[in-house]
C-alpha cells in the first residue's frame, strides 16, 4: 500500500512487470510439466486472488470502476459492437478437437488475464496517469495495452501474428479506456476481455484460412473486428463526459 499511497504509476508499473514477466515463466513450466496452460492459470489465480484481495482491503473498487455502469445499456447500445467484435471469428471455424481439461484450464486462465489486464491497464495505470492528465493517461493506458503484446515474440509467436495482435490491441484498447471514462464502470470492459480472449482460443478460421490463405485470412478478420470497433469507438467517444470514481479513505 505504501507504494501505491506513493506513486500509483510505479505501483502500476510493477504489477505489469510481475504479470508479465510470471506469465512468461510459467508457459515455461507448463511446457516441461506437460500439461498446457497450467502454471499459468495457477500463477493468474493466485494474482488475482492478491489483487482482488488489495482493493477490498484499500477499499478501491469504486475508485478503479468495479461498480455499476452509470449509463444505461441502451445508450451503450447494449454494448452489442462489443459482442460482435468479441464472437466474429467464430463464424469462420471453431475448434472440436481440444480436451476437456485444456479448455477448462485455459478458460479459467482466461477468466483471470481479462481481470487482471483491464484492472491493471485501465484501472491502476490509466488512474495513477489521469491524476495529473487525464487525456495522457487514456492514450499511455490505451498504448501501453497493446504493446504489451510483444511479449508473445518471446513465448514463440511469429511476428505477422504479433504485429496484428498489437494492431488490434491498441485500438480495442481506446474503445475500452473510453467505454470506463464514459460509464464510470470496468466491468463490461473485463467481461468483453474474458469472452475476447476465450473465443480467440476456441475459434480457428479454417472457413477463411481455405479460401484466402492463413495471412490474407488474418488481415480479414483484423479489418472486420477494426472496422466495427472503430465505429464504436467514435460513437463511444460522443456520449457526455464523466468523472471518474473518486476513491473512498
Same mark, same amino acid.
Given at each position: 500500500?505504501?507504494?501505491?499511497?506513493?506513486?500509483?504509476?510505479?505501483?502500476?508499473?510493477?504489477?505489469?512487470?510481475?504479470?508479465?514477466?510470471?506469465?512468461?515463466?510459467?508457459?515455461?513450466?507448463?511446457?516441461?510439466?506437460?500439461?498446457?496452460?497450467?502454471?499459468?492459470?495457477?500463477?493468474?489465480?493466485?494474482?488475482?486472488?492478491?489483487?482482488?484481495?488489495?482493493?477490498?482491503?484499500?477499499?478501491?473498487?469504486?475508485?478503479?470502476?468495479?461498480?455499476?455502469?452509470?449509463?444505461?445499456?441502451?445508450?451503450?447500445?447494449?454494448?452489442?459492437?462489443?459482442? %460482435? *467484435?468479441?464472437?466474429?471469428?467464430?463464424? @469462420?471455424?471453431?475448434?472440436?478437437?481440444?480436451?476437456? #481439461? =485444456?479448455? $477448462? &484450464?485455459?478458460?479459467?486462465?482466461?477468466?483471470?488475464?481479462?481481470?487482471?489486464?483491464?484492472?491493471?491497464?485501465?484501472?491502476?495505470?490509466?488512474?495513477?496517469?489521469?491524476?495529473?492528465?487525464?487525456?495522457?493517461?487514456?492514450?499511455?493506458?490505451?498504448?501501453?495495452?497493446?504493446?504489451?503484446?510483444?511479449?508473445?515474440?518471446?513465448?514463440?509467436?511469429?511476428?505477422?501474428?504479433?504485429?496484428?495482435? %498489437? *494492431?488490434?490491441?491498441?485500438?480495442?484498447? @481506446?474503445?475500452?479506456?473510453?467505454?470506463?471514462?464514459? #460509464? =464510470?464502470? $470496468? &466491468?463490461?470492459?473485463?467481461?468483453?476481455?474474458?469472452?475476447?480472449?476465450?473465443?480467440?482460443?476456441?475459434?480457428?478460421?479454417?472457413?477463411?484460412?481455405?479460401?484466402?490463405?492463413?495471412?490474407?485470412?488474418?488481415?480479414?478478420?483484423?479489418?472486420?473486428?477494426?472496422?466495427?470497433?472503430?465505429?464504436?469507438?467514435?460513437?463511444?467517444?460522443?456520449?457526455?463526459?464523466?468523472?471518474?470514481?473518486?476513491?473512498?479513505?
Amino acid at each position: 500500500m505504501k507504494l501505491f499511497e506513493r506513486n500509483q504509476v510505479t505501483f502500476a508499473i510493477v504489477l505489469i512487470v510481475v504479470y508479465v514477466v510470471g506469465v512468461s515463466a510459467m508457459q515455461r513450466i507448463s511446457a516441461n510439466i506437460g500439461i498446457e496452460y497450467l502454471a499459468e492459470m495457477v500463477f493468474c489465480l493466485a494474482l488475482s486472488g492478491l489483487v482482488l484481495f488489495f482493493i477490498r482491503r484499500n477499499s478501491l473498487a469504486n475508485y478503479l470502476g468495479l461498480r455499476k455502469s452509470e449509463v444505461p445499456a441502451g445508450k451503450m447500445l447494449l454494448y452489442i459492437p462489443l459482442l %460482435i *467484435i468479441g464472437c466474429i471469428s467464430l463464424i @469462420f471455424g471453431v475448434s472440436t478437437g481440444t480436451s476437456l #481439461t =485444456s479448455a $477448462i &484450464i485455459h478458460s479459467v486462465e482466461m477468466i483471470c488475464v481479462g481481470f487482471l489486464e483491464e484492472i491493471i491497464f485501465r484501472g491502476f495505470l490509466l488512474r495513477g496517469i489521469a491524476l495529473q492528465n487525464l487525456k495522457r493517461g487514456a492514450i499511455i493506458a490505451s498504448i501501453t495495452f497493446g504493446i504489451g503484446h510483444i511479449v508473445n515474440l518471446l513465448n514463440g509467436q511469429n511476428v505477422f501474428d504479433t504485429v496484428c495482435q %498489437i *494492431i488490434y490491441a491498441v485500438v480495442v484498447g @481506446f474503445l475500452l479506456t473510453f467505454i470506463f471514462l464514459r #460509464t =464510470s464502470s $470496468i &466491468i463490461m470492459c473485463v467481461i468483453f476481455h474474458i469472452l475476447n480472449n476465450c473465443v480467440t482460443y476456441f475459434s480457428t478460421g479454417e472457413v477463411l484460412i481455405s479460401k484466402l490463405g492463413e495471412s490474407t485470412a488474418e488481415l480479414v478478420m483484423l479489418g472486420l473486428r477494426l472496422c466495427i470497433a472503430a465505429a464504436y469507438l467514435f460513437y463511444v467517444s460522443r456520449l457526455p463526459s464523466r468523472e471518474l470514481p473518486a476513491r473512498n479513505y
